[in-house]
């Protein structure tokens, strides 16, 4: 056995004779340099097997909370975020003429309604949210305990409508209609004779900035939410065209818990001396959370 094949080398050859303990340990640790044990080898596959597993588990983790996390808020890390776990379809009555108790000619249930509608905007958020996002140095700290804050879909209902106490007659001018809730939004603007009918010219065109910002605040909001809900078209006796089936079934979350949840942290921040500025003092130094009073506007400065 003088030739040897270069990929095998046995541990003892006829050339070569093995005279102590010593050469046989020397040889047998160069044998397992050169060939891994088969012990190794399955350790090897061991580690590979383990690390399958493990990618395997969090991919199927991954795509099960995509399925089941809600597209409402299951992404943004807001208080709320229960709310949006379930949802329901729901079709909305917008077919034909509007009708209903938020919409129609100025009238004072429509103020009322609408009043009702916002009357738990300003809410109570938690000490942990805000530091969680890092806004404890800006944010407006109430005295008993948490920050001043508000659901996103408050502030686009008050974009478009505004709480009107009672409308503008006499020498009541758009200031003192506006100072409780920023009342200058779209369904107002629809009818400034009945709401606003001594508005001044500054006036008109302050109200139209922020009319231009509401309109971006909607927009987004809708684009953000991406409704995909589809709507068919249909025919009419009227004419050639088709007009739009505005009857299509949307997915909604209960709003009557997000009214739960606004009312049950809810905040009056117009009691008197109840938030103060570091600056200028307190923000409502007359309190009269009722009555609108001048030079008295609250937040929404856009």
Request: glycine residues 8%.
């Amino acid at each position: 056995m003088g030739r040897h094949n270069k990929e095998y080398s046995p541990v003892y050859s006829d050339e070569r004779s093995v005279t102590s303990l010593e050469d046989v340990e020397v040889e047998l640790a160069a044998a397992q340099e050169r060939q891994p044990s088969r012990l190794s080898k399955l350790g090897l596959w061991a580690v590979h097997a383990a690390f399958m597993i493990v990618y395997t588990s969090i991919f199927i983790v991954s795509m099960y909370q995509k399925n089941t996390v809600s597209g409402v808020f299951g992404l943004l890390d807001s208080p709320p975020n229960a709310i949006g776990e379930k949802t329901h379809l729901e079709v909305f009555p917008i077919q034909g003429p509007p009708h209903g108790k938020y919409t129609g000619e100025p009238r004072p249930e429509v103020d009322q309604a609408w009043k009702d509608l916002l009357q738990y905007n300003n809410i109570r958020v938690s000490e942990d949210w805000v530091h969680r996002w890092g806004r404890e140095h800006e944010a407006v700290k109430l005295p008993d305990g948490g920050y001043l804050g508000m659901l996103s879909v408050f502030h686009e209902l008050h974009c478009i409508v505004s709480i009107a106490q009672s409308r503008g007659k006499g020498g009541q001018g758009w200031t003192e209609l506006t100072n409780r809730l920023g009342q200058k939004r779209l369904y107002q603007t629809l009818s400034p004779d009945y709401y606003f009918p001594n508005a001044t010219e500054r006036e008109i065109a302050t109200n139209r900035e922020h009319n231009q910002h509401c309109l971006e605040v909607l927009r987004m909001g809708a684009a953000c939410r991406g409704d995909i809900s589809i709507i068919t078209h249909m025919w009419t006796d009227i004419d050639a065209q088709p007009i739009v089936n505005q009857t299509a079934p949307h997915q909604c979350v209960d709003f009557d818990k997000v009214m739960e949840y606004s009312r049950d942290n809810t905040v009056d921040v117009y009691q008197e001396d109840y938030i103060v500025h570091p600056k200028f003092g307190p923000s409502f130094p007359k309190g009269n959370s009722i009555k609108p009073f001048k030079g008295q506007e609250m937040g929404h400065h856009h």
